[in-house]
Each structure stands twice: as structure tokens, then as C-alpha cells.
């Protein structure tokens, strides 16, 4: 991180920004194994899932508490519609040329990093939703 506060200072206007995403991603279909393993989850389609939230009308308190992504209904619409500004794909060539670490970084495994699955298998727990 410091590599690229140093670099910030040094860059250009134009590489003013750093996405500090992970330049490998990784398929949630090689986390699903490592996440059912901590978690009795089953994954199910987004769109499915979707419909399920919003097919809650009128939710009650405890319905919001129990299902938390019912607060986020607009975002997860826009996810599905393409719409996000999640759906954008971010350069990250900047924060690679600027970092060591992020050149270096590879995508996420399930076996090497079960314990961020456990972490991610929280936020699942959470939401009640596993991608496919």
C-alpha cells in the first residue's frame, strides 16, 4: 500500500488513480467447496435469489434483520441488470506498475486462503446468497 501512496505522489494527473483490485480474479466456483465446508450453504442463481427478495413486500423489521440484502435491493437490481458500477471493468495496469505487491499478486485459491473463504462464508451467512 505504501508503494502506491509514494507513487501517487510521484504520478502523472493521468494515473492519478489506483483500482486496487485484485488483477486475477477468481471464479466463485472454486470457493463454493471451501465456504460449504465451514458453512451448510447451497449455492443458487442470482436472478433466483433476486426474485426471492423481491417477492418481500412490505418487509418487517425482523424480515430486514434476518435478510440484510433486502436494504440493498437497487444495487443488487443494477448487478443484474448490468448497471453497476460494479460491472465496469477497472484498469488496475497503474497499480501494478506502481506496486510491487499488486504485480505479484495471484488469484484468490480455496485451498491457500480457506481462511478469507470463512471470511467471505460471514458475508454470506449475511446476505443468504452463494453465486453459482
Given at each position: 500500500m505504501l508503494e502506491i501512496v509514494h507513487a501517487r505522489?510521484?504520478?502523472s494527473p493521468s494515473s492519478a488513480v489506483f483500482h486496487l483490485t485484485n488483477p486475477n480474479p477468481t471464479p466463485?466456483?472454486?470457493?463454493?467447496?471451501?465456504?460449504?465446508?465451514?458453512?451448510?450453504?447451497?449455492?443458487v442463481d442470482f436472478a433466483a435469489w433476486l426474485a426471492k427478495l423481491e417477492n418481500i413486500s412490505s418487509p418487517s423489521s425482523t424480515e430486514i434483520a434476518e435478510k440484510p440484502a433486502l436494504k440493498l435491493l437497487s444495487f443488487y437490481r443494477g448487478l443484474q441488470d448490468g448497471e453497476s458500477a460494479m460491472s465496469v471493468a477497472l484498469n488496475v495496469?497503474?497499480?501494478?506498475?506502481?506496486?510491487?505487491?499488486m504485480r505479484s499478486l495471484g488469484p484468490v485459491s480455496a485451498v491457500a486462503d480457506a481462511e478469507l473463504a470463512g471470511a467471505v462464508a460471514v458475508l454470506i451467512d449475511r446476505t443468504c446468497y452463494i453465486p453459482l
Amino acid at each position: 500500500m505504501l508503494e502506491i501512496v509514494h507513487a501517487r505522489h510521484r504520478s502523472s494527473p493521468s494515473s492519478a488513480v489506483f483500482h486496487l483490485t485484485n488483477p486475477n480474479p477468481t471464479p466463485w466456483s472454486l470457493l463454493i467447496p471451501t465456504i460449504q465446508d465451514k458453512y451448510t450453504v447451497k449455492p443458487v442463481d442470482f436472478a433466483a435469489w433476486l426474485a426471492k427478495l423481491e417477492n418481500i413486500s412490505s418487509p418487517s423489521s425482523t424480515e430486514i434483520a434476518e435478510k440484510p440484502a433486502l436494504k440493498l435491493l437497487s444495487f443488487y437490481r443494477g448487478l443484474q441488470d448490468g448497471e453497476s458500477a460494479m460491472s465496469v471493468a477497472l484498469n488496475v495496469r497503474p497499480a501494478k506498475e506502481a506496486s510491487a505487491s499488486m504485480r505479484s499478486l495471484g488469484p484468490v485459491s480455496a485451498v491457500a486462503d480457506a481462511e478469507l473463504a470463512g471470511a467471505v462464508a460471514v458475508l454470506i451467512d449475511r446476505t443468504c446468497y452463494i453465486p453459482l
